[in-house]
């Protein structure tokens, strides 16, 4: 049974794998010691450092040790090899709870249940400054005694959802739960975006199915950003009124997940305190994060080569935004009225950076860097100052960019001609696809 190539650490058995995605693998395991049943996500280290990804993943282990909550999965420990890093944590042996919800609706008082430990997990965790920002279907488990557990909470940087290797892996899952405002790719609060994605869960246990749903993304989009939905008519009056509040499309008037818990449908079945249970305030064991990245002995600085151009990142959400053909900005900008264009590449960060230097030193522009970041900047004034241009790049792969260039500063006139005569024809060898027009 014990095989030598099955043991981690000498502390785990691996077993089977439980699920994977474009760079982490979800294996089931037991800890030698005391049988206990964890799961083990292997995380490849070089895809980490690679994507820029290094001290957010530092920070989201050390945040892991303020979360220890009776409805959120519980992360034992962090492990490393030179290759691979290994995230230790608890194992819910009941699988998603929406298995059940897709063999049909649940009864109020069990879809209340699971509600309400939805909400008291979501009430800790943000207490501690910690957001999920990704609340799906995916991450509602439960252990054997069926109670719920929130999965890869302040484990965001690494969730799959963050990091696929294609556009329509997320057009049918996780878009239905996102809020209005996080489609919109304004600045958000994650505390509110939070409390939509969970008034969502709630329909779809009580329902059956979502509240925005269509075959045309656009048209769920639009729904979304209307909270234009229906509730069927066996939903009591309480839960209608209770999801008004919740899937208001305006962040700042949207109810706190404080006013949920004093709301008198949720309290149903709770004892006074339940609702604000804090299961164990013991921290887990200090992590040394920073010995978790220590750099083979033939690599002596593998962050270094990605310094230059590390783009910034993108979540699901923003990627089916700026594709082509899902392009959203239609429903929240006028066009005409914005003076930047996008395209995607097939080339890498630096190749592009590299690019948009070159471009500057024809130009005579003035380069200034940051990461993922460049501006350009004319060094004498036009008839409405100085013309400034910023151009940013995003990571949607390793291998696939977007890149966003606009005027901040200077006369429009000046910046369109420029970028007609000169930038965009130049760009042409890099550009993969024009975003908002049809030709490659």
């Not at 059940?100 to 009864?107: A, C, F, H, P």
């Not at 979540?315 to 996008?342: C, M, Y």
Request: charged share 30%; proline share 3%; with cysteine.
């Amino acid at each position: 049974m014990e095989k030598k190539g099955n043991i981690l650490m000498k502390k785990y058995e691996v077993g089977r794998l439980l699920g994977q995605g474009s760079f982490a693998k979800v294996y089931y395991g037991r800890n030698l010691k005391t049988g206990q049943s964890v799961a083990i996500k292997v995380i490849d280290k070089e895809k980490v450092l690679k994507i820029g990804l290094m001290n957010q993943t530092k920070r989201e282990i050390s945040v892991m040790g303020l979360i220890k909550h009776e409805n959120v999965v519980q992360f034992y420990e962090v492990m490393a090899t030179k290759t691979k890093i290994f995230y230790v944590m608890e194992y819910a042996k009941g699988g998603e709870l929406f298995q059940k919800v897709s063999r049909g609706k649940l009864k109020e008082d069990i879809a209340r249940k699971y509600f309400q430990q939805l909400i008291c997990a979501v009430y800790f965790c943000h207490r501690r400054g910690v957001y999920h920002r990704d609340l799906k279907p995916e991450n509602l488990l439960l252990d054997e005694d069926g109670n719920l557990k929130v999965s890869d909470f302040g484990l965001n940087a690494l969730s799959e959802s963050k990091r696929r290797d294609g556009l329509l892996h997320t057009t049918c899952g996780t878009p239905a739960y996102v809020a209005p405002e996080v489609i919109s790719r304004k600045g958000y609060d994650g505390a509110k975006a939070d409390v939509w994605s969970c008034g969502v869960i709630l329909f779809v246990m009580l329902a059956g199915y979502l509240p925005f749903h269509d075959s045309n993304v656009m048209e769920m989009y639009r729904k979304i950003s209307m909270a234009e939905y229906k509730c069927p008519h066996w939903f009591p009056i309480e839960v209608r009124r209770l999801l008004s509040k919740i899937l208001d499309p305006n962040p700042s008037t949207r109810i706190s997940i404080c006013r949920i818990m004093e709301n008198a449908w949720f309290r149903k079945g709770l004892n006074s305190n339940d609702a604000r249970t804090q299961v164990g305030d013991n921290k887990m064991p200090h992590v040394e994060t920073d010995a978790v990245f220590v750099p083979s002995c033939c690599d002596t600085n593998p962050e270094k080569k990605m310094e230059l151009a590390r783009p910034f990142n993108l979540n699901a959400f923003d990627i089916i935004s700026l594709s082509t053909g899902f392009d959203l900005s239609g429903l929240f900008v006028d066009d005409d009225k914005r003076d930047e264009v996008q395209f995607t590449s097939a080339k890498p960060a630096n190749d592009i950076m590299s690019k948009l230097e070159e471009i500057a030193c024809h130009l005579k522009l003035k380069v200034k860097k940051d990461e993922g970041s460049m501006r350009l900047e004319m060094s004498k004034e036009g008839r409405n100052g100085t013309l400034n241009i910023d151009a940013e790049i995003y990571e949607i792969t390793s291998s696939f960019h977007y890149v966003e260039v606009k005027k901040c500063d200077g006369d429009t006139m000046e910046y369109r001609k420029m970028l007609k005569k000169n930038i965009k024809p130049a760009l042409k060898e890099i550009v993969w696809a024009w975003q908002g027009e049809q030709h490659h």
